[in-house]
């Protein structure tokens, strides 16, 4: 069955980096675009970036173009979402996504805390 677990969440300063990871496994990853959501208690997930089955397309969310980068590895079967310039609005849940044969799979999420 497909399964998607990210790592990497944590604490960090306005201004601070972290880097989270998705590590797929249930389908042929190399074969299907990705996407990173966040949702912050009481509002919408919020879809913030994507990537295509190569790696050479990427789209990402208003809010954070010019300081998030999602990559992949399809040797590894992992996303990555390299975060920069954090600020405190982008506290929230990061989960993986990825659609299979119409299905909707998230990962089971890593909290991202932004604060001083």
């Known amino acids: 069955q497909v399964q998607l677990v990210e790592s990497g969440g944590g604490l960090v300063q306005p201004g601070g980096s972290l880097r989270l990871s998705c590590a797929a496994s249930?389908?042929?990853?190399?074969?299907?675009?990705m996407s990173w959501y966040r949702q912050v208690p009481g509002k919408e997930r919020e879809w913030v970036a994507q990537?295509?089955?190569?790696?050479?397309?990427?789209t990402y969310t208003d809010s954070v173009k010019g300081r998030f980068s999602i990559s992949r590895d399809n040797a590894k079967n992992t996303v990555d979402l390299q975060m920069n310039s954090l600020k405190p609005e982008d506290t929230a849940v990061y989960s993986c996504y990825v659609m299979v044969y119409s299905y909707r799979y998230w990962g089971q999420g890593t909290q991202v805390t932004v604060s001083s």
């Open positions: 990537i295509g089955p190569s790696g050479s397309a990427t």
């Open positions: 249930g389908f042929t990853f190399s074969n299907y675009a």
